[in-house]
C-alpha cells in the first residue's frame, strides 16, 4: 500500500494535551498500552515507519477498532490531522467505547465541541484499562479549566490519581483545580506532590514560586 499524502501540521495549540499510545498488537489480538503525557517529539521516519506498520495492521484485521485506534493515534503524530480524524471516527463506528480514540478524537475537537469532547473523555476514562484510565482523567481535569469549571476539574484530577500516583501531571493539575478556587496551602501540597516525581519541571516549579513555596531539590 502507498503511503498518505502528508497534510499541513497540526495547528499551534490543537495538542495541548499531547498523548502518545504507542500499543503493540499481541498474538491474541489485543494490545499492551505505553502512555505518556506530553512526550519529547518522536523522529519522523520513525513515525512514518510506524503508520506504515499500522496500515498492514488495518489490511490484516479488517473492522478492527483498536487497529483503526493505533493507525489514528500515529496518523495524529504525524501530523496527518484529517485522515487521522476519519480514522478515529471509523474505530468509534464500529466500537463507540474504544477508549483510545475517545481520548485522541476529543483532543482533536475539544476546540471547536467542548461538550462533546467531555462526553468523549468522560467515556474514555470508563473504558480504559485499569492504571490508563489516569490519561483520560487527565485530559478531561485539563478541559475542565478551560471550561472554568475547576470543582469538577478537581474530581477528574483526583480520580487521575487514584487510578496512577506516579503520573506528575495529575498532581499539577490538581493543583491548579485547587488554586482556581483559592484553596492555597492544598494547592502547594499537590504542586509539591508534582515536583516529587518531576523535579526539574518548570511549570510546577512557577507554580510553586509564584505562590510562595519552594519546589523540591532534585
Known amino acids: 500500500m502507498t503511503g498518505s499524502k502528508r497534510a499541513q501540521p497540526i495547528p499551534t495549540g490543537l495538542l495541548t494535551i499531547v498523548v502518545v499510545l504507542m500499543i503493540v498488537v499481541t498474538g491474541l489480538g489485543g494490545a ?3 502512555l505518556q503525557l506530553r512526550p519529547d517529539p518522536v523522529p519522523e521516519t520513525m513515525t512514518a515507519l510506524e503508520i506504515t506498520s499500522w496500515r498492514d495492521t488495518v489490511d490484516k484485521n479488517p473492522g478492527a477498532a483498536w ?3 493505533g493507525l489514528g493515534n500515529a496518523l495524529l503524530r504525524n501530523g496527518e490531522a484529517e ?3 476519519q ?3 471509523r474505530a468509534l463506528e464500529i466500537d463507540p467505547n474504544q477508549w483510545s480514540a475517545l481520548l485522541d478524537l476529543a483532543v482533536m475537537v475539544r476546540r471547536e465541541d467542548q461538550n462533546r469532547a467531555t462526553e468523549m473523555l468522560t467515556r474514555s476514562a470508563e473504558y480504559a484499562p485499569r492504571e490508563n484510565k489516569a490519561l483520560p482523567f487527565i485530559a478531561l481535569g485539563d478541559l475542565l479549566l478551560e471550561m472554568d469549571r475547576p470543582t469538577e476539574a478537581q474530581e477528574a484530577f483526583q480520580e ?3 487510578d496512577n500516583r506516579f503520573v506528575s501531571d ?3 493539575g490538581l493543583g491548579r483545580a485547587l488554586e482556581a ?3 492555597i496551602d492544598s494547592a502547594i501540597a499537590a504542586y509539591e506532590q508534582a515536583s516529587a516525581f ?3 519541571n518548570t511549570d510546577i516549579r512557577d507554580a510553586l514560586a509564584r505562590l510562595g513555596a519552594a519546589a523540591t531539590t532534585p
Request: aromatic share 8%; net charge negative; charged share 15%.
Open 32 to 34: 499492551i498500552v505505553f
Open 67 to 69: 487497529a483503526l485506534a
Open 83 to 85: 485522515e487521522a480524524r
Open 87 to 89: 480514522t478515529l471516527e
Open 160 to 162: 487521575a490519581i487514584a
Open 170 to 172: 495529575a498532581h499539577f
Open 181 to 183: 478556587q483559592g484553596e
Open 198 to 200: 518531576n523535579p526539574t
